[in-house]
């Protein structure tokens, strides 16, 4: 989304997000305003055999309705950004110029089969072009944000919350569908961590009603110190902002939105996500930028680790500086320029 809102500042280009046709991102593109096509796709990898044949039936079935958005449409450009939905739209289109976007330091299968059809491939830092085939034009680009995250300071993002400046404060959140056991390590601490910090708390839906009660629980002076909800839209960009540190899962997004707002990270990597969000988290703490907890010895580190770093004004500082390093605040500017330059060599060669 974030290089879509780059494309329409200087195009005005018809742009078609073609997703699953059972996806969770269809509302989502609505809200943006942009044109939306489903097509049927489903995993192969790790599949049992009960369902292998009908995802393979699936993947042939989207084939098929890729062939017929592309008649339709007649785009200049293909642009993936990951997973098996994008395989048979690849192999439809695989007469028009495509670029892909590997979100992870290390793509997963589906975007290694995406890899070897583009023309060219976007990474976020040098250590994914390890990963890739080598022959491949690759460009790191960094990972593209949403231009409105930017937009909060830390004080008019502590007066959103009703922050106060004298105690620092601890973001928590599992991504967008929560993480139970980063929820639970909370909760149960929750009086150490609230006098360590203030504390934002993104529960994601299914544990929401859980938190719910843990603050229910609190006295008057601790409540006011901790700030839940299930999930944050436009206030993202604030939370970010608002935090001195961050406790968090390990995803793509991680290497992108930390970055940007040089926050200091605790990361929780998915310990069931094969191993991508361990490598990214590698990847962080590696520059200095993050500390990791495995995700089954959390409750027993949450507080320590929180309040080593809290208590230690100058190491928090370090690491802040580290992962303000990483940034690359143009990254959907320069995807948006690869895009443009496969756009124009199609219109050269035809």
């Known amino acids: 989304m974030a290089v879509v809102q780059e494309r329409d500042k200087d195009h005005s280009d018809a742009i078609l997000w073609?997703?699953?046709?059972?996806?969770?991102?269809?509302?989502?593109?609505?809200?943006?305003?942009?044109?939306?096509?489903?097509?049927?796709?489903?995993?192969?990898?790790?599949?049992?055999?009960?369902?292998?044949?009908?995802?393979?039936?699936?993947?042939?079935?989207?084939?098929?309705?890729?062939?017929?958005?592309?008649?339709?449409?007649?785009?200049?450009?293909?642009?993936?950004?990951g997973g098996y939905i994008g395989i048979p739209m690849a192999f439809a289109g695989i007469h028009i110029p495509q670029l892909i976007f590997i979100p992870d330091i290390e793509p997963g299968l589906s975007l290694k089969v995406l890899a070897r059809l583009a023309d060219t491939i976007a990474v976020v830092c040098d250590d994914s072009k390890k990963y890739l085939p080598s022959h491949k034009k690759i460009a790191v680009t960094g990972y593209p944000t949403r231009s409105e995250l930017g937009e909060w300071t830390k004080e008019n993002a502590r007066n959103l919350f009703g922050l106060s400046d004298l105690k620092p404060v601890l973001f928590i959140f599992g991504g967008s569908k929560g993480a139970r056991s980063i929820n639970?390590?909370?909760?149960?601490?929750?009086?150490?961590?609230?006098?360590?910090?203030?504390?934002?708390?993104?529960?994601?839906?299914?544990?929401?009603?859980?938190?719910?009660?843990?603050?229910?629980?609190?006295?008057?002076?601790?409540?006011?110190?901790?700030?839940?909800?299930?999930?944050?839209?436009?206030?993202?960009?604030?939370?970010?902002?608002?935090?001195?540190?961050?406790?968090?899962?390990?995803?793509?997004?991680?290497?992108?939105?930390?970055?940007?707002?040089?926050?200091?990270?605790?990361?929780?990597?998915?310990?069931?996500?094969?191993?991508?969000?361990?490598?990214?988290?590698?990847?962080?703490?590696?520059?200095?930028?993050?500390?990791?907890?495995?995700?089954?010895?959390?409750?027993?580190?949450?507080?320590?680790?929180?309040?080593?770093?809290?208590?230690?004004?100058?190491?928090?500082?370090?690491?802040?500086?580290?992962?303000s390093g990483l940034a690359i605040p143009d990254a959907a500017k320069n995807i948006a320029v690869l895009l443009e330059e496969l756009a124009i060599s199609k219109s050269e060669q035809s």
């Not at 055999?49 to 450009?77: M, Q, T, Y």
């Not at 994601?204 to 901790?226: F, H, I, M």
Request: negative net charge; contains cysteine; hydrophobic residues 45%.
């Open 18 to 81: 073609v997703g699953s046709e059972k996806g969770m991102e269809y509302s989502l593109v609505k809200h943006a305003g942009l044109e939306f096509s489903g097509i049927a796709a489903a995993g192969i990898h790790g599949v049992g055999w009960k369902k292998l044949p009908r995802n393979i039936a699936s993947l042939v079935r989207g084939f098929f309705d890729s062939r017929r958005i592309l008649k339709d449409f007649k785009p200049e450009v293909l642009f993936f950004t």
């Open 184 to 323: 639970q390590a909370v909760a149960n601490h929750i009086h150490e961590l609230l006098n360590l910090c203030q504390i934002i708390h993104i529960t994601g839906q299914s544990d929401w009603d859980y938190v719910c009660k843990v603050r229910e629980n609190l006295d008057p002076t601790e409540a006011k110190d901790y700030h839940i909800s299930p999930y944050l839209h436009e206030e993202m960009g604030a939370a970010f902002a608002a935090a001195d540190l961050v406790v968090s899962r390990a995803g793509a997004s991680t290497l992108g939105e930390f970055p940007l707002f040089g926050l200091p990270a605790i990361l929780v990597p998915y310990p069931y996500a094969w191993r991508y969000q361990k490598v990214n988290a590698d990847y962080l703490a590696e520059k200095g930028a993050a500390i990791i907890i495995e995700d089954a010895i959390l409750d027993k580190e949450i507080v320590r680790t929180v309040g080593d770093l809290m208590q230690n004004r100058d190491k928090l500082a370090e690491m802040k500086r580290a992962m």
